[in-house]
């Protein structure tokens, strides 16, 4: 399947700049008119002069239920929704920081319920849409320092999981997309090194692809994510030893 982006509108959120802005440029040269939102008008409005076809900005910080309200009033009826959004800090247990977990939490997973809270009953009520969420690899399985991060993805996938079972044949088109490592100022805080590292551009080209097509889910990159979902299917006592602690 090809999807027609001719005449369509999507709202993109967590899109000023990284996998968002990579993103919403493909979705702008397929024709569709895109609303980019983030918190920061300055960096909305630098991402909005990049967009080749019809590109406005709506400020909201996915975190505040109220600032969510408000900006579906101004981004009205949608064709389609994409949530990007996401804030990181690597974390272990032993160094946990309440602040930043509860902000991973909610404006990563909890931001995500709120925006889809906001575009999903007129899509219901139309009987058609595109409703597309950004997971991880991180989320299938518990990552040694991921505290915040891994178990707010998880709760992304499954949120779209949940989505796609409810949805199918209802004429709403539900898709995850679950990447590795991309280049942004959030894995610029990792002090580790990140296999298989993306670059916002490669990352969204996946994506899009994946938003051309009647599949659920993609993971990338494709040989790094074996390893992730294989990890489902070992055993705890060996798949705490491959994740050991540093």
Not at 69 to 93: H, N
Not at 209 to 214: G, H, V
Request: proline share 4%.
């Amino acid at each position: 399947m090809m999807r027609n982006w001719q005449g369509k509108k999507y709202w993109l959120v967590g899109a000023s700049e990284g996998l968002g802005l990579a993103l919403a440029r493909q979705i702008s040269a397929a024709g569709a008119e895109v609303i980019l939102s983030a918190r920061s008008e300055a960096s909305l409005a630098n991402a909005v002069a990049q967009m080749p076809g019809r590109a406005r900005a709506v400020v909201v910080d996915v975190a505040d239920s109220a600032s969510v309200a408000r900006a579906a009033v101004q981004v009205g009826d949608v064709d389609g929704v994409v949530f990007l959004a996401g804030v990181y800090w690597p974390m272990k247990a032993q160094a946990w920081d309440a602040e930043q977990i509860e902000t991973m939490c909610n404006v990563n997973f909890t931001g995500c319920a709120r925006v889809i809270g906001a575009a999903l009953p007129g899509m219901v009520a139309r009987g058609s849409g595109h409703v597309v969420l950004t997971g991880s690899l991180s989320g299938f399985r518990g990552l040694p320092g991921a505290n915040g991060y891994g178990p707010a993805k998880a709760g992304v996938m499954a949120m779209a999981e949940t989505l796609y079972a409810d949805l199918r044949g209802s004429g709403i088109t539900v898709q995850l997309a679950n990447p590795g490592f991309i280049r942004t100022r959030l894995t610029d805080k990792n002090d580790f090194t990140m296999p298989f590292l993306m670059e916002p551009e490669e990352a969204a080209r996946h994506m899009f692809e994946l938003m051309q097509t009647d599949r659920f889910k993609a993971n990338f990159p494709t040989v790094f994510s074996w390893l992730f979902r294989l990890s489902q299917f070992l055993p705890d006592w060996a798949y705490y030893r491959v994740f050991a602690p540093k």
